[in-house]
């Protein structure tokens, strides 16, 4: 809908322009000096608009890229600590399994000392 909107309006503007061009008292060569000013101003506006434009979506995006950056070495560093306390838990885990294994090898190796010598 917006964009039929502003179709409608810059049609409007040309048939306006159109009819003021026909309609000046002006004579032509001042009329089109005019016109040619009023484009050029025109166009400088929005140069103007458009650097500033362009300026804005400069600072975001490097806000943007800042940001991103922040937040990926704040993963990197979250992903390594998680990784450490996993590997820590895995380590312990295997103590605990290694641990009680070692009483129990003494023990079997007393009972076959114990066998041997009644032997």
Do not use: H
């Not at 990926?72 to 998680?82: G, I, V």
Request: glycine share 6%.
């Amino acid at each position: 809908m917006k964009t039929k909107s502003f179709f409608s309006l810059l049609a409007g503007l040309a048939a306006g322009a159109a009819l003021g061009v026909l309609y000046a008292p002006d004579k032509g060569s001042n009329t089109r000096a005019r016109v040619k000013k009023a484009a050029e101003d025109g166009l400088g506006e929005f140069g103007d608009k458009a650097a500033a434009k362009e300026e804005e979506a400069e600072k975001s995006l490097k806000t943007l890229k800042e940001t991103i950056r922040e937040k990926s070495t704040e993963l990197k560093e979250d992903t390594r600590q998680f990784l450490l306390d996993q590997l820590d838990r895995l380590e312990n885990a295997l103590r605990k399994v290694d641990e009680p294994a070692a009483p129990a090898e003494e023990e079997a190796a007393a009972e076959e000392e114990a066998n041997e010598e009644e032997v």
